[in-house]
């Protein structure tokens, strides 16, 4: 049996907020893919809580050996948001560091519905604040 030491790993958690940024996205797809030469292979996906946090995702964080680069050294990750009804974030180069967790703050743009913009119930309640503020 193979044992991976857990220096070879890094973490990264995901915090998806409305467009904003204000208040929290609940079951948003986080879904991260690897970066390795020109193909992209899914790693990892999971759901935002209602706290708009995806779970934490352990990812391999070190190249592979042959590499002339010295520790510490990233590997690169895309990582895409998505949920219906918003515009899909997609964050090419995100770096996973070995024994490190990173958190990536993400905000989705609502998209326009048939009739214009389509604002969320979050989205109209900042806009109620700032109106609030702004008399």
Not at 15 to 23: A, E, K, P, T
Not at 28 to 33: A, G, H, K, Q, S
Not at 111 to 135: C, F, H, N, W
């Amino acid at each position: 049996m193979n044992i991976v030491p857990i220096e070879n790993y890094g973490s990264i958690v995901v915090r998806v907020r409305s467009g904003y940024g204000l208040f929290p996205l609940e079951d948003v797809l986080v879904t991260i893919f690897s970066e390795e030469g020109e193909k992209s292979t899914t790693v990892a996906m999971n759901y935002t809580n209602p706290s708009g946090i995806s779970p934490e995702f352990i990812l391999p964080a070190t190249v592979k050996e042959g590499s002339t680069q010295v520790l510490p050294i990233a590997r690169k990750f895309t990582v895409e948001a998505s949920k219906e009804g918003y515009q899909t974030a997609i964050l090419h180069g995100v770096q996973i560091y070995p024994g490190v967790l990173t958190v990536q703050n993400v905000n989705l743009a609502p998209l326009p519905d048939k009739a214009g913009q389509s604002l969320t119930e979050y989205d109209k309640e900042m806009v109620r604040q700032e109106l609030s503020i702004g008399s």
